[in-house]
């Protein structure tokens, strides 16, 4: 079974209006990722001529196999964090390489640092060649455990640098440092995009230490315990991948964005319980739940405070959690062989 994404890529082609990328040239680091690949078919789909970088520590080479035949397209398997000479002319970067699931924060640190401080200056340095404009995709992970929710833009952090997350954490708190250095010193047109929790097609199921909703649905099709860590009163809100890359789109594309540093989220919050009971009911199964203990330092909250998404990005979401959730679901069956519900 395949999945069609054509529905995915006319949702936000409409959302986008008036914004081109036609004959753009475009550097998608991460690009065969869950939202690089997304990245990379949207800006091919509109026009543009698109170069993805990855090494394929988290991303997967069946997320752009469809992609590999179109001659608009170019892939270079690379770890972004070693230097790489790029002689084509490039008018936008998106730099989105990092592993980003609680899994690889415990087994994979070190990439994770290096990709986000390391990976970030390559990426920044070809923007400075090329005078093009770079979008970072930074992440909620940076507020750590916030005091104040929803979330704006100026809260601080309150991040723990030495637990369980600090390697993704201060990362991307550093990678956002690296950005904004090299903006002051060498007039970088660069933005910075706050990421709160994105899924959707693609998204990597990474078993049960990986992200919830995919971990959910898999569990959900396999008739097995939802995991839930804590009593799954924590909150979450969650943004479905068309919106969050109409969302990455718009702070590339609008001159009102240049330097800023703009959260792209939903702010409609749910309960991880509440969730779980959405996933069983929309998979039909018979799935009941199981209660494990809280990691170290998980976020109670999570919910952006999206002003300026809405004044500076003329953003909003617009997929409802239902929409998304069922294509999600859609697309998980198309992964693996699952009995049938009822
Ligand atoms: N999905 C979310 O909810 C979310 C939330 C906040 C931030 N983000 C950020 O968005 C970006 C994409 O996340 P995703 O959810 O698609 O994750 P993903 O793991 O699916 O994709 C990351 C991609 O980066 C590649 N990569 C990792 N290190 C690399 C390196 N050193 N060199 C080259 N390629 C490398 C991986 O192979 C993978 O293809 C990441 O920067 C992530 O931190 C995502």
Sequence with gaps: MTFDSRAELKTIQKNLGEI??????????GG??????????????????????DNFA??????????????????????????????????????????A????????PIQILKSNTLGVMVAL????????????????????????????????????????RGCYDEAKRCGEAYVIAYRRQHHLNTRIARIFNTYGPRIRLDGIYGRVIPRFIDQALKNQPLTIFGDGSQTRSFTYVTDQIEGLLRLAALDAAEGQVINIGNVNEITVLELAK????????????????L???????????VTKAKEILKWVPKASLEHGLDRTIAWIKTQQDYPAQS
């Design 125 to 164: 340095g070809i923007a400075k060649k090329h005078n093009a404009r770079l979008v970072y995709t930074s992440t909620s992970e940076v507020y750590g455990n916030p005091d104040i929710v929803p979330t704006p833009e100026t809260y601080y952090g309150n991040v723990n640098p030495i637990g369980p």
């Design 20 to 29: 081109s990328f036609e004959d753009k040239r475009v550097l998608v680091t």
């Design 101 to 108: 699931s609680p899994f690889e924060f415990e087994h994979y």
């Design 58 to 99: 988290s991303g997967q080479k069946c997320n752009i196999q469809s992609l590999m035949g179109n001659e608009r397209f170019r892939f270079i398997e690379h770890d972004i964090s070693v230097p790489i000479a790029m002689d084509t002319h490039l008018d936008y970067i998106f730099e989105m390489a990092s592993r």
């Design 278 to 293: 959405k996933v069983i009911h929309l998979t039909g199964s018979k799935s009941s739940l199981s209660f494990h203990p």
């Design 295 to 305: 990691p170290e330092d998980d976020p109670l909250r999570r919910r952006p405070d």
């Design 32 to 53: 065969a990722g869950f939202l690089g690949s997304w990245m990379c078919e949207t800006l091919l789909n509109l026009g543009a001529e698109v170069t993805c970088i």
